[in-house]
Each structure stands twice: as C-alpha cells, then as structure tokens.
C-alpha cells in the first residue's frame, strides 16, 4: 500500500480518538492515537480489507485473544506477535456491538407514539434494543421502572435536557422483530462473549447492563430473522407486524453500514411506504438531507434522532445523554405526529 493509503487508515484512526474515544475510553484513545502514528501497525491494518480495517475491531480482537492490555507497549506486543490470530479474528468478526442503553435515546419517541406498538429493528444484532419495555430508566429527574421480572433488570441511566418530553411509562409493546446480517444468539456464550468485548475497557457500568440484558434476551427470545435490510426479508417481517398495533421501524448505528448514500436514502423511503413511523438514530453524515435541517453546524461524536425525516434529538452513540431538538426545529404542529 502507498503512503496515502496509510495516511487514510491514520487518519481513521485519529478521528476515531477524536470524535469516540475521547472523554469514554482514555485506553482505546491513547490506543488508537498511538496506532495512527505507527507504520508496523498501519501496515498491519493495510493487509485487511478497507471495511475490516476499524479501530473497534482491531481494539476488541486483540482484547478478547490476549486480554485488555495495559497501554500501547503491550497492545503492540501483543499484536505483533501473533498478526495471523488476529487477522483471522478480524475477518471472522465484525463490529455488532449491541448497546441496550441506546433504548434510552429511543423511549421518549416510542412512548408518544400511538400504542400499542409493533416493534421492527433491522441491524438488531442480538436483539437488545428490541426489548425497550423490559428495562429501567433514570433520567435523573424522572425514573422508570423495569416491569416485575424474575431476572434483575439494567436500569440505563440518561442525562436528558430540560426540553426532553419524558415518558412516564414504558411502551406497549406487542409485537418484536429483528432482522440482522448476521444475527447474535444471546443464549451462545461464545457469541456473548465477543458482544462483551465490544465494550469498551473501563465500562464497567455498560458492561453489567449489557450482561444484565443479554439474560433477558436469552429468555424472551425475541425473534431475529437473518437478512439484509434492503432485500425481501424486511418487506415479509413489515407484512407480518399485527394490523392492531402501530408498526415502528426503526435502528441505531446501523446504516453506516451501508457504503451507498442511495441506497440508505432507498431504504428509508421503503421503510416509510411501509411503516407508519420509521425513526432513525445514527450520526447525522448517514442521513445528510435530514441532518442539514437542524442546521449546518452538528455536534461532533453525536447521533441525530429523527423520527420520518424530522430530526428529535441529539444522542449521545451509547445512549448515556439526550438534547431534545424535535419542538424548537419543527414546530408543535410537526412535532404532533410524535404524540
Ligand atoms: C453496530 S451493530 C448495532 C446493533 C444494534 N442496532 C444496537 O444499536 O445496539 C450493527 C448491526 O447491523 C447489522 N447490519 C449491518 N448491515 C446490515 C444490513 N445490510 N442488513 C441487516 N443488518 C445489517 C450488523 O450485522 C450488526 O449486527
């Protein structure tokens, strides 16, 4: 590879510390910063196909073959000493954390929609955001609690701005379907534990919500269809939605998935002939057309929360800080749609 090829997969990985890592994990921003500025590594990284090249890849492979090292020296060693483990690990795996505490950022939409709600989530890896009802909530000024279950709950805990219309109950849900690539099995210990190296080191908070999350999936079992979210398979789980309930399409830290600008705008489009409500939680480059409404200027390392095309709220990615922006940008009448 040429030196420009390294310079982009560098510059990956300063943006990565930037705009993530920075102020969540002092471990994966010291790490990846360390990484751009390291030929070996970055030669390393250059044997990998563009899409396998991510920081949170290389970052939880290593972890989960040799253990969260103490900084960069051990990263390195560890790295260097066995490329072809890691390498294989990388092509075998792809980044699917799957953060339940993004159901957060979600219920303050879910619970003004008309219930009861039939939920569709595509890019829902092991399910966990399908279960939004199921969990607790502390939002500092407002709590909601989880329903009585024999498994103890995580309570995800989200500081929301003033503004935020806060639930005062979970949703109605009757209904739950996931569609994934590559669906996680939440009763596979194995595939649990590389969900949980895909939680950052210094996590413990999010790492005992999501162990807390992953017993409830292994005994609901939602239902998860393998599939691409742009083929047959997502039009057959929209048909199959009960006519009684209000059907809600949504997913978080999906589309980025999707190389094409096109076909993202696609899939939105049939998401919204399909489904009454298609709501949206990425950061705000997957969907320019609607980001640009709120403005030219958006914060950085924050996804928009968009509910048909109306941009909601800004979120923080793992679902700990929520800015409500739906009533300011779009007017009471726009914003009725949401109650
Ligand atoms: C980063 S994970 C997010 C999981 C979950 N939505 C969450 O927020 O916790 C992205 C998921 O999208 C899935 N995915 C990516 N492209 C997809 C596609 N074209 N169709 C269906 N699922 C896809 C991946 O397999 C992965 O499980």
Request: net charge negative.
């Amino acid at each position: 590879m040429d030196e420009e090829g390294l310079a982009e997969i560098s510059a990956r990985y300063v943006r990565f510390a930037d705009a993530e890592a920075l102020g969540r994990s002092p471990l994966y921003e010291a790490l990846a910063r360390a990484v751009a500025a390291d030929r070996e590594t970055l030669g390393f990284l250059s044997t990998l196909p563009d899409m396998k090249r991510q920081p949170n890849l290389l970052l939880a492979a290593v972890r989960h073959l040799f253990g969260t090292p103490t900084g960069w020296t051990e990263f390195r060693q560890m790295l260097l000493a066995h490329p072809d483990a890691v390498r294989s690990l990388m092509l075998q795996r792809s980044t699917q954390t799957n953060e339940p505490g993004r159901c957060a950022s979600l219920l303050p939409v879910l619970a003004r929609l008309p219930q009861p709600l039939a939920l569709l989530e595509v890019g829902t890896s092991a399910g966990l955001c399908l279960m939004p009802d199921l969990y607790g909530y502390d939002y500092g000024r407002k709590a909601i609690r989880a329903p009585v279950m024999a498994l103890e709950p995580p309570v995800f805990r989200c500081s929301a701005s003033e503004m935020t219309p806060l639930p005062t109950a979970a949703p109605h849900v009757v209904w739950r379907a996931g569609l994934d690539l590559s669906p996680i099995d939440a009763s596979d210990p194995a595939q649990v534990a590389w969900l949980k190296t895909l939680v950052w080191p210094e996590q413990t908070e999010r790492l005992a919500n999501l162990q807390a999350a992953v017993k409830i999936a292994a005994t609901v079992k939602p239902r998860i269809v393998k599939g691409d979210l742009r083929g047959s398979e997502f039009v057959r789980l929209c048909s199959e939605a009960p006519k009684d309930a209000t059907l809600v399409v949504f997913h978080t830290a999906v589309l980025d998935y999707i190389s094409d600008l096109a076909d993202r705008e696609a899939f939105a489009e049939q998401a919204m002939r399909l489904a009454p409500y298609w709501v949206s939680n990425e950061f705000p480059r997957t969907f320019p057309s609607i980001a640009t409404r709120t403005g030219t200027s958006w914060p950085p390392g924050r996804f928009l929360l968009s509910v048909n095309r109306s941009p909601v709220a800004w979120t923080d990615p793992h679902g700990a800080s929520l800015t409500w922006i739906a009533d300011e940008l779009n007017g009471p009448a726009d914003a009725e749609h949401l109650r």
